[in-house]
């Protein structure tokens, strides 16, 4: 029986703020609320990563919080796809280049979606959520081979950089 | 014969009519906050869903731990529908209960164990007032058979609707409703008992949840004796009652809510049991 197509059905949302201006995540909870109600596509807010299939990532990653960052996407069971929340999740923003974040998600765990905007709309948010479901359904509940990373970090404009490490993954 | 019958349809059906119950709540929920809310099947989606995922096991005892929760409690329904001793009922609910604990308290995660401590107090809350409407029913009809409070003509809410409302003060605390919902609190323990749970194992614990629905709209039907539309009308009132108050109410900690049953549920419920005694 293939039960796949049930994934875009109950997509369950686990929220992480990786050191955000809380700019995003009010714009995550307003998704919830009656205006745009994401709960009639069956999305909850869990905060359990081990029964949630959408990692819902804000904020620049400071150095404090990419342990946690690392450990609740380890926690959570495939399929799961990480969505970054805001420019300061995707890139950096204007925290890019500080001394206590590395800019980006994406530095320490493979991102499926970004979503841009300081600070996200709802609107935003919901589509790329969908986006999200569309990499969902394709992605397996095997655990993904591990790889030998062959290539070093950079530092660029101050800014340390591990995006081209994972790139020889894909 | 046939009231055999249909207790075992309604045996089987119970996972069904819950995760339906469940999923009608939900909309209702929605309904009363100005939102549309989930589809009426959503629960079962969740089922499926939840079955495709990678099942991440803490430890197999965990597992089975959780497995056995969600039959014990299937078991005590059954017992409950097929009119079955009331105090053997509850204790198997117990049971039930007694097993997520210790499956909760099985793993090292600290909201885990938060969980488990809370649950145990939620189960002190509501067990006595349980007990003591279950002795009500035995004054009232002699037995402790739920059969006999099933097929009793007249409806025991007219001779115990004190125990009705302590029954009815109780149930927030066993569906873990809002003001007494400290034992799952999401906002504070993420699920606590639940917490450890993933994939297929998560569903039995999920599945449990609508078969506890089922188990507290029977004991609202014990109230009704053989009259089933009086049962439906009290079954109805009751849902619109907690679906009001976990969307009107704020959480109250575990110490006001221990007061609070044993104050004024638990007296309730020993009140109508002395005037039963008396009478």
Known sequence: ?170 | MTNMYISIILIIAAPLIGGLLYGFERIVKARMQRRIGPPLLQPFYDFFKLADKRKMVVHSAHAFLGIMHFISLWFALAVLLLGGDLILVIFLHLLSSALLILSAYSTRSVFSHLGANRSAISILAYEPVLIIIAVSIFMLTGSFEAGAAFSSNQPLLYKMPLAFVALLLVLPIKLKKSPFDVAEAHQEVTGGVELEFSGIFYEAVYTAKWLDYVFCYTLIFLFAGSNLLLGFALSIFTFIYLNALDNSTARVNYKQMLRFSLGVSFSLAFINLLINSLS
């Open chain 1, 1 to 170: 029986m293939n039960l796949s197509g049930y994934r875009k059905k109950s997509p369950w949302i686990l929220h992480y703020n990786a050191g955000s201006c809380n700019g995003c995540d009010i714009e995550i909870l307003a998704c919830l609320g009656p205006k745009y109600d994401i709960e009639r596509f069956g999305m909850i807010n869990t905060g359990n990563p081990k029964q949630s299939d959408i990692l819902l990532v804000t904020g620049p990653v400071t150095k404090r919080s990419r342990e946690r960052l690392v450990e609740i996407y380890a926690q959570m069971p495939e399929p799961k796809v990480v969505i970054a929340c805001g420019a300061c999740a995707s890139t950096g923003g204007v925290f890019r280049g500080m001394y206590n974040c590395e800019g980006g998600v994406d530095q320490y765990i493979p991102v499926d979606v970004y979503v841009c905007g300081c600070g996200t709309r709802p609107e935003q948010i919901i589509d790329g959520v969908v986006q999200g479901l569309a990499i969902l359904e394709q992605k397996t509940k095997e655990l993904e081979a591990s790889v030998k990373l062959n290539n070093e970090a950079i530092e660029e404009n101050h800014q340390v950089n591990r995006r081209h490490i994972a790139a020889s993954i894909k």
